[in-house]
């Protein structure tokens, strides 16, 4: 996991809500869904058998079965996968709670992607302006990045990011960014 300047500052006053805290059972139950396979012809539901297929969220899957022309399986995936933590959880009062939400979701949804034979990454960002927290996450291909690489180069957003690499056993980058 590494963050970026802004995130670190607020993650030490986190710690304790984070440890005392359960992910609400919506964000629980997605980020255990079933992952899918969407190319540029249809949709299945088995392991991407190439890098330019995409790796989706069944619950999040909508109308569109495949990936546009034009379009990479990066970008598809980044925007199909992508939720307003908000959307998800009811009663959370303070941008607090919602944030919270959001790291637990990111983490949960880490583990469920440690099972993907895939490198992947899951970007988990806040809006400081409108407390709007979003997570989202796509494979990491060499030739289709997706965001910056470095998370301090987000300079407006507070951000986490994890990576989950196949072949050297989970999460990678643990550093914290600081």
Request: aromatic share 6%.
């Amino acid at each position: 996991m590494k963050m970026n300047a802004a995130m670190a500052m607020r993650w030490e006053g986190l710690q304790q809500t984070l440890a005392q805290t359960t992910l609400a059972a919506q964000l629980r139950r997605l980020a255990g869904g079933q992952l899918c396979t969407v190319s540029h012809a249809q949709t299945s539901y088995a392991q991407p058998k190439t890098m330019t297929n995409a790796l989706v969220s069944e619950p999040l899957l909508n109308h569109m079965r495949q990936i546009p022309p034009g379009m990479d399986a990066t970008g598809f995936e980044a925007l199909t996968n992508k939720i307003h933590i908000s959307d998800y959880v009811e009663g959370c009062q303070s941008g607090d709670a919602v944030l919270v939400q959001g790291i637990l979701y990111a983490q949960s949804l880490a583990e469920s992607l440690s099972h993907a034979s895939l490198p992947t990454r899951i970007v988990l960002s806040r809006d400081p302006d409108s407390d709007e927290v979003t997570v989202r996450f796509f494979v990491r291909r060499p030739d289709f990045p997706w965001g910056a690489e470095d998370p301090n180069d987000y300079s407006l957003d507070e951000v986490i990011q994890w990576d989950i690499d196949p072949t050297v056993g989970s999460m990678v980058g643990r550093d914290m960014g600081q």
